[in-house]
């Protein structure tokens, strides 16, 4: 089974524009979460999509980011206008209540904004 | 107080010693919780899950103290290739499936 497939792996944009990062969960899961992780704050839950519906967007940082889950296959975090303190490696994750709710995470996306 | 508190380390152990890690929690109502390890630039991946009576892979023995929220993970005869960090997570059921990471404890297993 392929695991969660995040694309591109690496992103250099400049500021001001929009960046799109993408995730295919593993199939099956109907649970799926975007990190966001650097050196100073660890590892941050960003929002998470149960059965593609948004259920909790508490931890996005502010208006420049969004994201969708158009459905089961697919969901989008874009930022615009990204920003230099936007720089970090972004995770997506999935799981299943089938597996108790252990969460499998993509290999990440390193953004970085100049 | 953080919710997920590690031992920061780092620890710098030879090859082939036991060492062990400890994780306290603050949420009484937790009710999963899983060991991660994450190597350097790579993302988190599930080492254990970790049950109430306490659970063994291989090398790696997990134990979960309830009554005093703690979690602990003990590798046996320590290889190269374990060092990485080591993430302790906690779930909170109820209406999130949502994890909370600890910061981590770094592991540098030495020839």
């Known amino acids: 089974d392929a695991g969660v497939i995040q694309s591109p792996r690496h992103e250099v944009t400049e500021m001001g524009q929009e960046v799109t990062l993408r995730c295919k969960p593993i199939?099956?899961?109907?649970?799926l979460f975007w990190y966001r992780q650097t050196m100073m704050r660890g590892l941050e839950l960003l929002i998470y999509f149960n059965n593609n519906v948004p259920i909790d967007d508490s931890g996005m940082p502010e208006d420049r980011f969004s994201a969708k889950m158009p459905n089961a296959s697919f969901s989008t975090l874009k930022i615009q206008p990204s920003e230099p303190r936007d720089s970090a490696v972004y995770f997506c994750a999935s799981s299943s209540r089938d597996r108790s709710y252990e969460q499998y995470f993509g290999p990440g996306t390193r953004l970085t904004v100049t | 107080r953080k919710e997920v508190e590690q031992d920061p380390g780092p620890f710098n152990v030879p090859e082939g010693a036991t060492v062990a890690f400890n994780c306290t929690y603050s949420n009484s109502a937790s009710q999963s919780f899983f060991w991660y390890r994450q190597d350097c630039r790579k993302e988190p991946k599930l080492l254990m899950s970790v049950y109430s009576s306490g659970n063994e892979d291989g090398r790696f023995t997990a134990q979960l103290n309830r009554a005093s929220q703690y979690i602990s993970l003990l590798i046996r005869d320590s290889k190269l290739s374990d060092s990485a960090t080591y993430l302790c997570?906690?779930?909170?059921?109820?209406?999130?499936?949502?994890?909370?990471f600890g910061s981590g404890t770094q592991l540098t297993v030495l020839p």
């Open positions: 199939s099956g899961h109907d649970y």
């Open positions: 997570v906690v779930n909170d059921w109820g209406s999130a499936r949502q994890l909370t």
